[in-house]
């Protein structure tokens, strides 16, 4: 079994974590339902991660995975990646896809610089994800 156990949130360099922030701007529909999938994400096998529900990034996206959330003809994205530590998985960047473009266009660099920021530094850098 390669179950994910525990999700984390980005934080910045003045301790905001940005997908909280994002969440609670997007509305109380949206975010239920990203926080829905996430919930489910955290309690299934690693290897049941699979589209719709998720989307392995490839290309200059290629190591970041996506988690999916429609709604009203919006496409929601968080992007994260597996770590910095083996049974984890962090939320780096959010986005919204367009025609199969990811909206901002450099979401890809915001996301690796992000990740880089938890790999020197993962006490401080995210915290656990909140549910509420």
């Known amino acids: 079994m ?5 999700i984390y949130d980005y934080v910045d360099a003045n301790g905001i974590n940005i997908v909280k922030t994002w969440l609670d701007g997007l509305g109380p529909t949206v975010k239920a339902k990203m926080n829905t999938k996430l919930n489910i994400l955290e309690q299934i096998d690693r290897t049941d991660w699979k589209f719709p529900m998720t989307e392995v ?16 003809g919006i496409e929601y994205r968080l992007l994260g990646y597996d ?5 984890e998985f962090t939320l780096l960047a959010h986005c919204t896809e367009h025609n199969n473009k990811y909206i901002p266009l450099d979401i890809g660099r915001i996301a690796f ?6 790999q ?12 509420s």
């Open 113 to 118: 610089e992000r990740r880089d920021a938890v």
């Open 83 to 87: 770590g910095p530590y083996r049974g």
């Open 57 to 72: 990034l490839k290309g200059d996206k290629d190591g970041l995975i996506a988690v999916r959330v429609k709604y009203q």
């Open 120 to 131: 020197i530094e993962p006490l401080s850098r995210r915290t656990r994800h909140d549910f």
């Open 2 to 6: 390669n179950k994910v156990s525990l």
